[in-house]
């Protein structure tokens, strides 16, 4: 069974950092593709950032670029989020996720950064960016 658990959330004060977790089991992640993806209060879940399988590309919603790195670690199955000079409007829950289809279908940043395209869910840890 896929499953998916975030971790790392943390409340920061503006400029600095944090790096998010998702631990993955039940699937040999190399073969998929893993987005991050946030949900602030009162709006739509977007994407933030996203892995493609086998060594493809990473994508980042332009209001990240620049300060933002998602990672793989494939010894241990977990997927990074680096995130740096964290502003307030970074604020929200952070999901990590991941679809079945293969590499060439994400390799779209609009594909890529879309949560319609993504079957399985983590829980979601919360980022708190305040002075």
């Known amino acids: 069974q896929i499953h998916l658990v975030e971790s790392g959330g943390d409340l920061v004060l503006p400029g600095g950092s944090l790096r998010l977790s998702c631990t993955l089991s039940?699937?040999?992640?190399?073969?998929?593709?893993i987005g991050w993806f946030r949900q602030a209060p009162g709006k739509q879940r977007e994407g933030v950032s996203c892995?493609?399988?086998?060594?493809?590309?990473?994508y980042y919603a332009d209001s990240v670029k620049g300060r933002f790195t998602v990672s793989r670690d494939k010894d241990n199955d977990v997927v990074y989020l680096q995130m740096s000079s964290l502003k307030p409007e970074d604020t929200g829950v952070y999901y990590c996720?991941?679809?079945?289809?293969?590499?060439?279908?994400?390799?779209?940043?609009?594909?890529?950064?879309?949560?319609?395209?993504?079957?399985?869910w983590g829980q979601g840890t919360q980022v708190v960016v305040s002075a």
């Open positions: 892995t493609i399988s086998r060594g493809g590309n990473a």
């Open positions: 996720a991941t679809g079945g289809r293969g590499p060439t279908f994400y390799n779209d940043p609009a594909i890529c950064l879309s949560s319609a395209e993504y079957n399985y």
């Open positions: 039940g699937f040999s992640f190399d073969y998929f593709t």
